[in-house]
């Protein structure tokens, strides 16, 4: 295992312990918790019902606008399917030398709850980076939640987005990632461990750093992923492993490795090639070019350092035909500032067999 001797890129662990960051939560029931490259911020237990999605424009503070546009929803009533909330998410203050975005965790996207951050005067979602400045950014944040499957009790106890700080941006460039490819492969053939993937195996490229993966079609015992049903059953997010996945989705099968999408409906499927990401890296889902894939193939987009696995893709399209072999997601890698402490399943080489479930559900 290679040890990164860059001192730029998204702060580890330990880093952001010790960095002069301040990133306090809303909540009254639990404090921000930090990963293996990000930090989990719970949210406030305050609901205000929107009009729509909105962001502010420069010198625009949040609450305001929210106490404009906003009408205060009852914590007695679940959040409705389609309707946007805005919550207190917490303050963030960080050093000149440093900025932030925030991404959902997989909690909220698998359950198909779309989250934003917005935050004072940056009309950027997802960002704590001052207009026209490197970083140093100091305000209020809120999150933006809509339910677009299913009803929801939101958590009062754990995130649904979490926060990765840098002090650089160290994102893999075509050369950089065929080097580090060599010192470590980043993707293996699904489940076989001992079998990992040569970057020319991958059959299409944007030639730009990332890497295309494509959906595993053949799956276990005919099974390749879930569709969201549209029902009036409320998922309760404060509650883990206490809801029957057929209540709230309905299995896919393929036939001959191809799978039609329907129009507008939400699937979740896995990755044909398991992604590895060592401890002195961090790797991100971004979306895709629309000329090779139109929709959204995720949510959540954070892959934590340490982490080995399939990957569980979040996906709503226009209606397509999807084919083996065609690419759906697209994964970009960089550098962190130093080795993370507490890697993903707290070590690298450790492989997760990944579920498409989140943890809601009983497995």
Same mark, same amino acid.
């Given at each position: 295992?290679?040890?990164? +001797?860059?001192?730029?890129?998204?702060?580890?662990? @330990?880093?952001?312990? +010790?960095? &002069?960051?301040?990133?306090?939560?809303?909540?009254?029931?639990?404090?921000?918790?930090?990963?293996? $490259?990000?930090?989990?911020?719970?949210?406030?237990?305050?609901? %205000?019902?929107?009009?729509?999605?909105?962001?502010?424009? +420069?010198?625009?503070?949040?609450?305001? /606008?929210? @106490?404009?546009?906003?009408?205060?929803?009852? &914590?007695? $009533?679940?959040?409705?399917?389609?309707?946007?909330?805005?919550?207190?998410?917490?303050?963030?203050?960080?050093?000149?030398?440093?900025?932030?975005?925030?991404?959902?965790?997989?909690?909220?996207?698998? *359950?198909?709850?779309?989250?934003?951050?917005?935050?004072?005067? #940056?009309?950027? %979602?997802?960002?704590?980076?001052?207009?026209?400045?490197?970083?140093?950014?100091?305000?209020?944040?809120?999150?933006?939640?809509?339910?677009?499957?299913?009803?929801? #009790?939101?958590?009062?106890?754990?995130? /649904?987005?979490?926060?990765?700080?840098?002090?650089?941006?160290?994102?893999?460039?075509?050369?950089? /990632?065929?080097?580090?490819?060599?010192?470590?492969?980043?993707?293996? @053939?699904?489940? &076989?461990?001992?079998?990992?993937?040569?970057?020319?195996?991958?059959?299409?490229?944007?030639?730009?750093?990332?890497?295309?993966?494509?959906?595993?079609?053949?799956?276990?015992?005919?099974?390749?992923?879930?569709?969201?049903?549209?029902?009036?059953?409320?998922?309760? /997010?404060?509650?883990?492993?206490?809801?029957?996945?057929?209540?709230?989705? *309905?299995?896919?099968?393929?036939?001959?490795?191809?799978?039609?999408?329907?129009?507008?409906?939400?699937?979740?499927?896995?990755?044909?090639?398991?992604?590895?990401?060592?401890?002195?890296?961090?790797?991100?889902? #971004?979306?895709?070019?629309?000329?090779?894939?139109?929709?959204?193939? @995720? %949510?959540?987009?954070?892959?934590?350092?340490?982490?080995?696995?399939?990957?569980?893709?979040? =996906?709503?399209?226009?209606?397509?035909?999807?084919?083996?072999?065609?690419? =759906?997601?697209?994964?970009?890698?960089?550098?962190?500032?130093?080795?993370?402490? #507490?890697?993903?399943?707290?070590?690298?080489?450790?492989?997760?067999?990944?579920?498409? $479930?989140?943890?809601?559900?009983?497995?």
């Amino acid at each position: 295992m290679s040890k990164s +001797k860059s001192l730029t890129g998204a702060l580890p662990d @330990h880093e952001l312990r +010790k960095r &002069n960051i301040q990133v306090r939560s809303a909540s009254l029931h639990k404090e921000c918790g930090i990963g293996p $490259a990000s930090i989990d911020i719970p949210c406030g237990d305050e609901f %205000y019902r929107l009009p729509g999605v909105m962001q502010p424009v +420069k010198g625009e503070l949040i609450g305001d /606008l929210v @106490h404009r546009w906003g009408r205060l929803h009852s &914590n007695s $009533a679940p959040l409705e399917v389609g309707i946007t909330y805005a919550v207190p998410l917490g303050s963030v203050s960080l050093p000149d030398n440093l900025y932030g975005y925030y991404n959902p965790k997989s909690s909220s996207g698998r *359950t198909d709850v779309q989250c934003r951050v917005i935050a004072d005067s #940056v009309a950027r %979602y997802d960002t704590v980076r001052p207009e026209g400045k490197y970083g140093g950014y100091h305000g209020a944040t809120w999150l933006l939640i809509t339910p677009n499957s299913f009803p929801i #009790v939101p958590p009062d106890n754990t995130s /649904l987005v979490q926060l990765r700080v840098f002090n650089r941006d160290t994102r893999f460039d075509q050369k950089t /990632l065929a080097r580090e490819w060599k010192k470590s492969p980043l993707a293996y @053939h699904g489940d &076989n461990l001992k079998k990992p993937f040569r970057l020319e195996e991958f059959e299409m490229s944007d030639n730009d750093g990332t890497v295309l993966f494509t959906a595993d079609l053949e799956g276990e015992d005919g099974l390749v992923g879930y569709c969201a049903k549209k029902t009036t059953e409320v998922l309760d /997010l404060r509650l883990e492993r206490q809801f029957k996945i057929e209540d709230f989705f *309905t299995p896919v099968s393929s036939k001959n490795e191809e799978l039609l999408f329907a129009p507008g409906q939400f699937y979740l499927l896995q990755t044909e090639q398991a992604v590895f990401v060592p401890s002195y890296l961090a790797a991100e889902l #971004v979306a895709m070019d629309e000329r090779i894939f139109e929709g959204r193939s @995720h %949510y959540a987009g954070f892959i934590d350092p340490g982490f080995w696995a399939r990957i569980t893709l979040e =996906i709503r399209c226009a209606g397509m035909l999807l084919r083996k072999g065609q690419p =759906i997601a697209r994964v970009r890698f960089e550098r962190l500032t130093s080795n993370a402490l #507490v890697p993903y399943n707290a070590g690298v080489h450790h492989y997760k067999k990944n579920t498409f $479930a989140s943890k809601h559900f009983v497995i």
